[in-house]
């Protein structure tokens, strides 16, 4: 074992806040073991990235095979990955198509009984790895566990907890309440992995979530309510920057998996919220010239 420390710049939440943790000084693949086979989706995380990193290593399992898919960054990203060659396993250094398409790169490489992919800004909690195994021993036939966590902010101070949820159909319909399973919580046997087919690359924002139905219909999961993971969510998240795309990609969803009465619910409230939009504009027209109007992109050009 050797000692990584905490990055010297800061802390990393739910871990120790002074001295060092002892990592394997490499990782193996016994196959008299589970093989956890964790994919890093990337793209100019350098600020984050070695949390992400630094948190498979602490957990102190060295039947871990680290896949990082970076897609192409420009900043510090590949000098921490450099660093960190030695643990990685496989490192993907290429344009992709976006987060989806290189979840599914990642996976494709994946030899682990138990898979689970952790965003480059997030990161696991400690204990993660040795909850994930005692709940699959508990039930050996359980194919997906679901874990709590934390949501924190880009400086590390604590925003909301979620609960972990059980797997199912209910559950995932209360999405629009503000009821979701925490992604960087999950992991699952690479079995139910192969028959979901991966995630759906045609979507940017509820991949996970789409994710989360085709499992639903194999299996419920197994839920502890440990904290296994933490997201981080701040100005520049994805999430925020794309939020626009939720409505058309939660009804794509509530449409394939036959959620009838969501998406109706669904398409009657955007339709409201596009008609309110239409008045409020009426009566901006009404009070300023058209001309003015169109400059400022309010209006469409005739």
Not at 55 to 65: A, H, M, P, R, T
Not at 100 to 129: C, E, H, M, Q, V
Not at 245 to 267: C, K, M
Not at 280 to 297: D, G, K, M
Request: proline share 6%; hydrophobic share 40%; glycine share 8%.
């Amino acid at each position: 074992m050797v000692e990584v420390p905490l990055p010297s710049s800061r802390r990393l939440y739910g871990w120790p806040e002074e001295g060092a943790i002892a990592v394997p000084e490499r990782l193996n693949a016994d196959p008299e073991r589970p093989l956890f086979s964790i994919v890093i989706p990337t793209l100019n995380q350098g600020a984050f990235i070695e949390d992400t990193l630094l948190s498979i290593l602490w957990q102190g399992y060295d039947n871990v095979e680290i896949i990082v898919v970076d897609g192409g960054s420009t900043d510090d990203t590949p000098g921490v990955l450099e660093r960190y060659r030695p643990w990685i396993s496989v490192l993907i250094s290429e344009p992709d198509r976006g987060q989806s398409d290189a979840i599914n790169k990642g996976f494709r490489r994946a030899t682990g009984s138990i898979l689970a992919w952790l965003n480059s800004d997030d990161f696991y909690l400690p204990g993660a790895f040795r909850t994930v195994m005692e709940r699959f021993a508990t039930d050996p036939s359980g194919r997906w566990v679901i874990g709590s966590g934390d949501i924190i902010s880009a400086d590390q101070q604590f925003l909301r907890h979620v609960p972990a949820r059980e797997g199912s159909a209910e559950t995932l319909l209360a999405i629009e309440n503000d009821c979701f399973l925490l992604q960087q919580s999950c992991f699952w046997r690479a079995s139910l992995w192969q028959e979901a087919g991966g995630v759906d690359e045609g979507l940017s924002l509820l991949m996970d979530y789409d994710l989360w139905w085709r499992f639903s219909q194999r299996c419920t999961g197994l839920v502890t309510q440990e904290k296994l993971g933490a997201m981080r969510y701040y100005t520049t998240v994805k999430t925020r920057r794309q939020g626009e795309r939720f409505p058309a990609e939660l009804a794509t969803i509530y449409a394939r998996y036959g959620a009838s009465e969501p998406l109706d619910r669904l398409v009657q409230r955007l339709l409201k919220e596009k008609s309110a939009l239409g008045e409020r504009l009426s009566a901006l027209e009404r009070q300023l010239p058209v001309r003015l109007l169109r400059r400022l992109r309010l209006l469409p050009r005739p």
